[in-house]
């Protein structure tokens, strides 16, 4: 089983809809984090956490909530989706000891129509 | 504040020619430095990373990065391409202890046979 598991891995979705977008992993990390990734705008930070009970927005937060059920889940949610919503989803790991270095998941591509 | 540049959005190579994508980064304190490889339809995976211990980093298939203070560059060679080193790579800084990290638009590697 792969580390950090991302669901779904392909999503079609209308405007206007709410959708979920679900992490777990197995690494024991405390820190976890929800990129957006767009065609030569590189990775963008929408949110991260560092425990359970601390939520932060990222960069590019608007749009987008979170919920951090567990230490090891971490769900980015977009209430109603529109189509500049579209784009490559990560979610990443890291611990505290590890200076930085993430673990990702494999992505969920999302598509708005 | 903290930034990065990569410089060339695309880089062609012959199979077998040196491999060489440039990072320069911005940080108002001792950055730690990281390169990620991301194949295609796959998450991105740590290629190897600089936290202030020796300056030329040594990571996985044969790539290395040398930290170079004065010139604020962490440039990514490899002596000879394979045709398995097509991918796209991401440099990223991330400044202080709290692990935020800052990823540059990427750089397309292309390995011509």
């Known amino acids: 089983d792969a580390d950090v598991t991302q669901t779904p891995r392909n999503r079609i979705t209308k405007t206007g809809k709410r959708i979920m977008l679900e992490c777990s992993q197995t690494?024991?990390?405390?820190?976890m984090y929800w990129y957006r990734q767009d065609p030569g705008l590189g990775l963008r930070l929408i949110y991260y956490?560092?425990?359970?009970?601390?939520?932060n927005k990222g960069e590019i937060s608007d749009g987008y909530s979170v919920s951090r059920q567990a230490q090891a889940k971490f769900s980015l949610s977009l209430e109603s989706a529109i189509p500049n919503q579209t784009a490559l989803y990560f979610c990443?790991?890291?611990?505290?000891?590890?200076?930085?270095?993430?673990?990702f998941g494999s992505g969920t591509r999302l598509t708005v129509v | 504040a903290q930034s990065v540049t990569q410089l060339g959005s695309h880089v062609s190579v012959s199979e077998g020619a040196l491999v060489l994508l440039r990072c320069n980064y911005s940080s108002s304190v001792p950055p730690y430095l990281f390169w990620y490889v991301q194949y295609p339809n796959q998450g991105l995976q740590l290629l190897l990373k600089y936290t202030s211990a020796a300056t030329l980093v040594k990571g996985i298939n044969d790539f290395e990065a040398e930290f170079k203070k004065s010139e604020t560059s962490f440039h990514l060679t490899k002596p000879s391409a394979h045709m398995s080193d097509a991918a796209e790579y991401f440099c990223?800084?991330?400044?202080?202890?709290?692990?935020?990290?800052?990823f540059g638009t990427g750089t397309k590697l292309q390995v011509i046979p």
């Open positions: 956490s560092f425990d359970v009970k601390d939520i």
């Open positions: 990223a800084v991330s400044s202080g202890g709290y692990q935020k990290v800052t």
């Open positions: 690494k024991g990390h405390d820190r």
């Open positions: 990443a790991t890291s611990d505290l000891g590890d200076k930085g270095g993430y673990t």
